[in-house]
């Protein structure tokens, strides 16, 4: 997260206890997965902040060794699996279902090019202002390719998904990027990584909205049972 140790602890409780309330209204085994990514995002948050504590400080090395790894496996290895999963897994849309499969394995590919990444190369977290930069021996002729199937699994799910409201998730998360590519190119993995997380707050509004149509169809219906409709 940008500015500071603090802000980022205090952003991983807030969005960590958002997550919380919107476990509370998933009405479907299937939505679980999806309610519990503001919960993702806090715990990155926090870890990012970790980072803030040990990278000045030396005698720290490997807690912050693991933070950074914890941090970018989230960032880069697990939400390009994560999102077409989680939106998968609730679309009742069969059509819809086969183009998330092939958005699913996109995210599969970039998710294991990462994870080879992250074993085999060297990273390391740098305090640049008020960010943090990762720098790292990752190809520089494979970033851009690699970088567009990341959006290409994390973004398009949510407008091909039936579920309402969602494409106002993708909306958000879209300018979020573009923003973050235009304005802090260098800090990209840790300001989208802030934007998202913040976003991810929609995703209470996206259930909340659906149990309460849920309820709506469930009253209706049992108005008809209990009123039959006239011959």
Request: hydrophobic share 55%; aromatic share 16%; with cysteine.
């Amino acid at each position: 997260m940008c500015f500071s140790a603090e802000a980022s602890f205090a952003g991983g409780v807030i969005i960590t206890a958002i997550g919380i309330g919107v476990v509370t209204k998933v009405h479907n085994p299937s939505q679980l997965l999806f309610a519990c990514i503001p919960i993702f995002f806090g715990i990155q948050q926090f870890t990012e902040g970790v980072l803030w504590v040990t990278i000045p400080n030396p005698e720290y090395v490997n807690i912050e060794k693991a933070a950074t790894y914890i941090f970018l496996f989230m960032a880069d290895v697990l939400w390009p699996l994560l999102i077409p999963v989680s939106i998968l897994l609730m679309e009742e849309d069969n059509r819809k279902k086969k183009i998330l499969w092939y958005l699913f394995f996109a995210g599969l590919l970039v998710s294991l090019y990462y994870t080879y990444c992250l074993v085999f190369l060297n990273v390391t977290p740098r305090i640049m202002g008020y960010h943090i930069r990762y720098n790292s021996d990752f190809s520089k002729l494979i970033a851009i390719p690699a970088f567009i199937l990341y959006l290409v699994a994390t973004i398009p799910p949510l407008f091909i998904s039936s579920i309402k409201r969602m494409h106002i998730f993708g909306t958000l998360m879209l300018l979020s990027c573009i923003v973050t590519a235009i304005f802090f190119t260098q800090y990209l993995t840790s300001v989208w990584c802030f934007f998202a997380a913040l976003i991810s707050g929609v995703i209470f509004w996206i259930l909340r909205d659906s149990k309460r149509n849920l309820a709506i169809e469930k009253l209706n219906l049992l108005k008809n049972k209990l009123i039959p409709t006239e011959l």
